[in-house]
């Protein structure tokens, strides 16, 4: 009878914290997607969307952007770091004031290379500069299914935690990859930094979850995005609300 009445005096709110911090860790399921837009400083002229599904560990991922750079190749990844921002770069991200976001300069805000989103072949963060095996053009679209990644990798796509980057900037406007003012790339000296700057970016949201990690993303710097605790606060008030309900018919019977 007293741990009924504490019980019942427990509030809501508090209980559904119990829950969610009590409640063990699950596997990501679901799907998210990230809205991709001109990273700034950059300005490239081109918009696009990431979308994919994850069960446990496995990836699927469908990939569309539009008006950047015509008949050159766009290099494409998930970027996840526990340390990172885990955003978009602003231009206060410019580190060196040159006037350009180049991919180093972004790493504080999304990481580094989680998923190489390669058309073919091998994904992992070693084939981030494998422009053969990306997507070309100016009006680009392609999916993949069944990619295999690491837990924390799978926790931050539905989580929040990670960035989607296209890049590929044609600074100059003379419709190629070239030094011009921008000169060689951060990444690989022999690359013009032109086909490395990030172009699009977008932070991958959860638009639907059967399964959410309790614990938020890897170490736990990367924790659930306020959205996502609240709609699982909001469960856990539900739940402990029904659980009250139940206890205190229970209470009212015995007396």
């Known amino acids: 009878m007293n741990i009924s009445r504490k019980m019942?005096?427990?509030?809501?709110?508090?209980?559904?914290?119990?829950?969610?911090s009590g409640a063990p860790a699950m596997a990501s399921t679901g799907s998210s997607m990230a809205?991709?837009?001109p990273v700034p400083l950059n300005d490239a002229p081109g918009?696009?969307?990431?979308m994919f599904e994850v069960d446990g560990t496995t990836l699927h991922f469908t990939l569309n952007y539009q008006g950047l750079l015509a008949d050159a190749p766009h290099a494409a990844h998930i970027h996840f770091g526990a340390d990172a921002r885990q955003a978009c770069?602003?231009?206060e991200d410019d580190a060196d004031g040159d006037g350009f976001i180049s991919t180093t300069d972004g790493a504080p805000a999304y990481g580094g290379i989680a998923v190489s989103l390669t058309t073919e072949g091998d994904t992992s963060p070693d084939s981030?500069?494998?422009i053969d095996r990306f997507g070309v053009g100016d009006d680009v679209s392609y999916s993949?299914?069944?990619?295999e990644v690491d837990q924390a990798t799978a926790d931050a796509v539905m989580a929040g935690g990670a960035v989607v980057v296209v890049h590929g900037?044609?600074?100059?406007?003379?419709?190629?990859?070239?030094?011009g003012d921008r000169g060689a790339s951060d990444l690989d000296p022999a690359l013009p930094g032109e086909a490395t700057d990030p172009a699009l970016c977008g932070v991958v949201m959860a638009s639907q979850m059967d399964d959410m990690p309790a614990g938020g993303v890897d170490t736990g710097a990367a924790a659930l995005g306020s959205q996502n605790l609240l709609l699982a606060a909001t469960g856990g008030v539900a739940l402990v609300g029904g659980a009250l309900i139940l206890a205190r018919r229970r209470t009212d019977s015995v007396n």
């Open 169 to 179: 900037v044609d600074h100059n406007g003379n419709g190629e990859y070239d030094e």
């Open 8 to 20: 019942l005096a427990l509030p809501a709110a508090g209980a559904a914290v119990m829950l969610l």
């Open 144 to 147: 993949r299914e069944g990619i």
């Open 47 to 50: 918009s696009g969307s990431a």
């Open 89 to 91: 770069p602003t231009a």
């Open 128 to 130: 981030g500069l494998a």
């Open 35 to 37: 809205d991709l837009q």
